[in-house]
């Protein structure tokens, strides 16, 4: 005869069970997650060009990781994770001077189909400056004038050839003179994160996956 009660059998059984359940518990606890601390490093490269002749301040565009971003030895974000950013600031230089300013900065990213909000420092480029063209277009101008004034009649003719040539070479330079900040397709910008941003672990893990089998 068994020396176990039923009742003990029950015990035992129930004890077995919930040691069971709780080893079941810990296999599936969920991984914590994996977090970027502000200040960390991402450089990406932008999908189409950018220039304060077509585009305006709060529009958003497109661009590709560049370099993987690691933490530890571990790869968090592969190469070509897609982000997005916005255009902070885009003015057109004025005609004859001025410098345009394009300033730019990304705001989110996408990693296993999850989208991720991050903030981050800006980028900003400038124009050149229009004091050598326009000397250049006036001063050329003005020359042209002096020749073809000189030509036709003497010494006085040349002066006035001069003021009409320097007043033509202002005007084309008025017309012609905007120059444009620019940033072109496939440039490789870098941002700073100004905030940490805490990736679930089980995206990390998927995207790196899926890009190894790419």
């Known amino acids: ?126 124009s050149g400056s229009h004091k050598k063209r326009n000397l250049l277009w006036i001063g050329g101008s003005s020359g042209a004038g002096a020749l073809i004034g000189g030509l036709v009649g003497g010494g006085k003719g040349a002066l006035i050839g001069t003021g009409a040539g320097a007043g033509g070479g202002t005007a084309g330079a008025a017309l012609t003179g905007r120059k444009h900040a620019v940033m072109r397709a496939e440039s490789a910008l870098r941002f700073s994160l100004r905030a940490p941003v805490s990736l679930k672990a089980k995206d990390v893990k998927e995207a790196n996956r899926s890009k190894k089998l790419s």
Do not use: C
Not at 3 to 31: D, E
């Open 1 to 126: 005869m068994n020396p176990l009660s039923k009742t003990g059998r029950w015990v035992i059984l129930g004890v077995a069970g919930a040691g069971l359940l709780g080893l079941g518990a810990r296999a599936i606890k969920p991984q914590p997650p994996i977090e970027l601390a502000a200040g960390t490093s991402v450089m990406v490269r932008l999908d189409h060009t950018l220039t304060t002749s077509a585009n305006r301040s709060g529009e958003t565009f497109s661009a590709t990781l560049a370099n993987p971003v690691i933490v530890g030895e571990k790869t968090v974000l592969p190469a070509g994770t897609p982000f997005q950013g916005q255009v902070l600031y885009a003015k057109p230089s004025g005609r004859l001077k001025g410098r345009g300013s394009l300033s730019v900065s990304l705001n989110s990213f996408e990693l296993n189909g999850t989208r991720y909000p991050i903030s981050t420092g800006s980028v900003t480029r400038v």
